[in-house]
């Protein structure tokens, strides 16, 4: 990425402001000694602003920069001295979004330890094999997870909430070099079918990542910023990375509830908000509080967009809010801003800059604009590989999603969905998410999934699920005949179920297994 880019930008959003000059050197020491891994952000934040507020969790606690360095300090030389947390090895962490959390996962790259950010809705028997296959060392957890551990390895050491505590309480003094190695954060991908892949996270070399989404997304320094995305997902892990770096005070709620939620960002002041797409159909449903929280961003990511939400959002909150498509293992491809969602609301928006972003055929090969390909991208932070040493198709420099889009005449990417949920049907390719889009737009419909199930004549035919707001109805020929004004007469789903709620995963994405099971026994 070109430095004049990387230095407009880094003053536009206030990073660049001038500082005390002991305190600017200790800021810039700290990155060039520990470099820009969480342990080096929080280190440079600490340095700059020790006493600004860093954390605030959901009881109100509060913790400053230079209290969340010197706990994270403690925990780690208390993981090296009494458990034996060497370079290498690997911690788990299962946890929920609150303060233990994020000074885990410090403390892991501290020591040059790897930290695998366990989703928290795995079974008892994901979490085994997770164990199994990460080779855990150490295994941080909540209280509330206690249960889910009883098949675990023996020999596998497992710190609770007061265990956590306890070490922070009891570490003894001492220093804390650099590690002889870079710590990864793993994180593991979203498993709504078996056991989740871990995937090996690479550290930022420098400012070109949090410049290409902070250019898009404009987050300024020492906003208040509440994360409401698991920090387990990559896109709350990404949102801890850029606040850290931007030296913002951060709002952490154990568990999402939509009109809590909206009390934090009022009572906190909170000018961002990140989250996942499910998260927003949520806050939709309860009143909007008075006064309006002071929201400039609102940031999401993880699954699509349901087709009617974006412009619905905006309407009640304003033109804040900003669309990042992107994964585990691509990082981010392309992110859609206000303007671009009141244009187009499916829109999966523009690559940011220094991110490369093509739609090719099977064979490699660029398709037209608006032709339906394979979406590959290339950026900075593309994955390094699973932790099986398995690896995705690439592509001169670019990684294959996995996903099939397409890109406009203005060069917005629309994602059609997953490659391997496209069906054929009759002969025709059908994409479940273009209807899915479409039956999102119908007021009484709360949420809707759509997905291919096998059918002896067709070899397979849709099936749609929808989720109505209290007290509406739908009668399931409606819903059939709306489709088939709208789209071709493959496209209109032949089992139209209706449900109380979407079976979904701890990140919001929807498990299309559970639906395939309801229709096929």
Known sequence: MELPFIVATLTRRGLLAPGRPIRVASQLNALRTWGWSLAGELRQAAARDPDRIAVIDDQGTELTYADLLERSLRLARALRAGLGVAPGDRIGVFGRNHPGLVETIVAA?????????????????QLTTVAEEQRLRVLVHDDEFAE????????????????????????????????????????????TTGTPKGARRPTPTGFGPLVAIIDRIPLHVRDRVMIAAPVFHTWGYAAL???LALRATIVLHRRFDPAATLDALVRHRCQALFAVPVMLQRLMEVPPPDPRPPLKIVAVSGSALPGGLPSAFMDRYGDVLYNLYGSTEASWASIAVPADLRHAPTTAGRPPHGTRLAILDDDGRPVPAGQVGRVFVGNEMLFEGYTSGADRERHDGLLDTGDLGRLDADGRLFVDGRADDMIVSGGENVFPAEVENLLAQLPQVREAAVVGVPDPEYGQRLAAFLGLYPGETLDADAVREYVRHYLARFSVPRDVVFVKYLPRNATGKVLTGELRDYITG
Not at 116 to 124: A, D, H, K, R
Not at 175 to 181: I, T, V, Y
């Open 148 to 191: 889910r551990l009883l098949g675990l390895p023996a020999d596998l050491h497992r710190v609770d909430e007061r265990a956590r505590e306890e070490l922070i309480r009891t570490a003894l003094p001492g220093q804390l070099d650099p590690p002889e190695r870079d710590g990864r954060i793993i994180v593991l991908t979203s498993g």
């Open 109 to 125: 790259t501290l020591l040059g330890a790897d930290a695998v950010l366990i989703n928290t809705g795995l079974s008892p028997a």
């Open 241 to 243: 990375q850029v606040c």
